[in-house]
């Protein structure tokens, strides 16, 4: 009996490990193919006597491994926290390498030419704070 309990526990860990290693290379193989879409965590208008009828926008940005943003432009000044990974980035001509903790400053419509995930096997993840025009795109490419 204890031994019948023992291989049937030793049974279904084996099958969760399989089922959780297939389950991450799924997710892998989706995140090398397909650009993901920025998150917007948070956005409030913001009415008040200093700043009147401004929208904030938190964003979280991830770069598939290895991919490369095209050339464009934020409306709006952002801030921006490199929470995972290595990037570059290459904006009004000056070129910055960007480490997990670092921090960047764009001013508006200023010209992104690239921004570019160092690591061709891991994901790097930036949060983004912008302020603005509530109408406003957070970013426009660049023809």
Known sequence: MKMKLIFNILICCSVFTFTANAQHGANKKAKDLNQ?????????MINNDKINNQKIKLVIVTFAPGEVAAAHRHPMPSALYLMEGDMEMTFEGKVTRLK???????????LHTE???????????????????KDDAISVPEK
Not at 36 to 43: A, C, D, K, R, T
């Open 36 to 44: 993901i879409p920025p998150q917007v965590i948070l956005s409030k």
């Open 115 to 133: 921004a570019k995930n160092l690591n061709a096997d891991k994901p790097a993840k930036l949060l983004v704070f912008f302020i603005g025009d």
């Open 100 to 110: 997990k903790g670092d921090t960047f400053w764009e001013d508006a419509h200023g």
